[in-house]
């Protein structure tokens, strides 16, 4: 098992910026892909960024590309996601997610979840 514990969301002001934390425990987290996705009210969760057990490679969803930023460090046992110009259309619970695996971005491919952090932004 992998408990999963982010943190980091809050209230902000578009155009602002945020920065997520989920932290790991139970297993080795070098061995699991992360993933963070986002679900708003009445919307399905979806997928935001991924990045492989070794930060080798990154995947995004197009409509955070160049504005978000996944990174983790494996001594920490802890996954990043720094948010950045953010905008309304941002507003969601944010979960961060692991697999056992390569990187992905479908939500089923993913073994374990945190319970998410909620990320407000304000016109």
């Known amino acids: 098992q992998v408990q999963l514990v982010e943190s980091g969301g809050g209230l902000v002001q578009a155009g602002g910026s945020l920065r997520l934390s989920c932290v790991a425990s139970?297993?080795?987290?070098?061995?699991?892909?992360m993933g963070w996705f986002r679900q708003a009210p009445g919307k399905e969760r979806e997928f935001v960024a991924a990045?492989?057990?070794?930060?080798?490679?990154?995947y995004y969803a197009d409509s955070v590309k160049g504005r978000f930023t996944i990174s983790r460090d494996n001594a920490k046992s802890t996954v990043y996601l720094q948010m950045n110009n953010l905008k309304p259309e941002d507003t969601a619970v944010y979960y961060c997610?692991?697999?056992?695996?390569?990187?992905?971005?479908?939500?089923?491919?993913?073994?374990?979840w945190g319970q998410g952090t909620q990320v407000t932004v304000s016109s």
């Open positions: 139970g297993r080795t987290f070098s061995n699991y892909a």
């Open positions: 997610a692991a697999r056992g695996g390569v990187t992905a971005r479908r939500s089923n491919e993913y073994d374990y």
């Open positions: 990045i492989s057990r070794n930060d080798g490679i990154r």
